[in-house]
């Protein structure tokens, strides 16, 4: 399959060369210019994880966008939630029908980004895909190799709008097979691990994480209070998809930490695997890491903005958001990602129901 992928981050370069070793014909881009002239010399990525270490060759090291996306049944935008209002106008004269754009995961990003396309004339029939966590649990290792840790097992993926979602699942399916479908884009944004299990790990060690030059969140950090206070925010996420009629699975994130028991999105034990990899071991600058700027500004913000917009009480996830604010020394119930600042706080629930299925109109 012809398969664009967009981005410069771990996550664009793990997915570039895993997708290319499956054997699709992966379209690369990045916006860096530089980064992206270095990798058309070799036009490979090396690839590490259990099996050893590879050179994996990709097969379009494109010059622009659009001969990225041309002809790309499925575009992969694995960059943070933060980069998407300008990658929506980087790709909205570039879109086609019939073609799939995955964002893994969105924060509801399939969302502002259909809108922002359709603000900028784009007519096409296209569906966008958002899933519950990224594909692989990665770090670069260097400017053009990617070491994979783990990958997804169970791969939660909402569609938007949902009326598309056995084409579009369809299309991702042949490129992930892990994915298990969720009820809609919304439903997608409120699996997302990230703004449940970050939060509490970036707050509560923000000490740990100045004083030191390195430090594992995910090793040193995290300990029983945390781990309560993760669990704690997690029941409030649950309450919220259950307030809104979604279904179980809602992929509990204490089943990422149990060796037994119900499988997680990467499987089990990937916690050890994770923490043994030592890759997680960095230096986190709270004011600019995208931890607060994507997990708690965008992710945590909708979460709380739905939680009160459905009538879900929310203190841990209101308390958090106001600590990071204070971190941050902004507001970011103000400026988040929340259905005020969407446009669509003011939705009653059938219309926000009939939005995720129908979509935006052409």
Known sequence: MEIAVLGGGNGAYACAADLSAQGHRVRFWRRDARALAALRANAAIALKDVDGERSVPIACVARDVGEALRDAALVVMPDPAFTQPANAARIAPHLRDGQVVLLPPGTFGSYLMTKEIRAAGNRARFAFAETGTLPWLTRKHGPATAAITARATRLPTGVFPARAQAQATDVVRRAFPALEPAEDALSAALLNAGPIIHPPLVLMNAGALEHFERWDIHNEGTQASVRRVTDALDAERIAVRAALGYAAPHFPL?????????????????????????????????????????????????????????????????????????????????????????????????????????????
Do not use: F
């Open 254 to 362: 204490a089943d990422h930490y149990r060796p037994d028991g119900d499988e997680w999105m990467y499987g089990r034990k990937v916690h050890k695997k994770l923490t043994d990899s030592k890759d997680w071991s960095e230096r986190i600058v709270l004011t600019e890491h995208r931890y607060m700027i994507e997990d708690v500004e965008l992710g945590l913000a909708l979460l709380v903005s739905v939680a009160e917009w459905a009538g879900v009480d929310c203190p841990v996830a209101r308390g958090l958001l106001s600590i990071a604010s204070a971190v941050m020394g902004r507001d970011l119930r103000s400026s988040g990602r929340t259905l005020e600042n969407l446009g669509l706080a003011g939705y009653s629930r059938a219309q926000l129901t009939t939005l995720l299925r129908e979509g935006l109109p052409a």
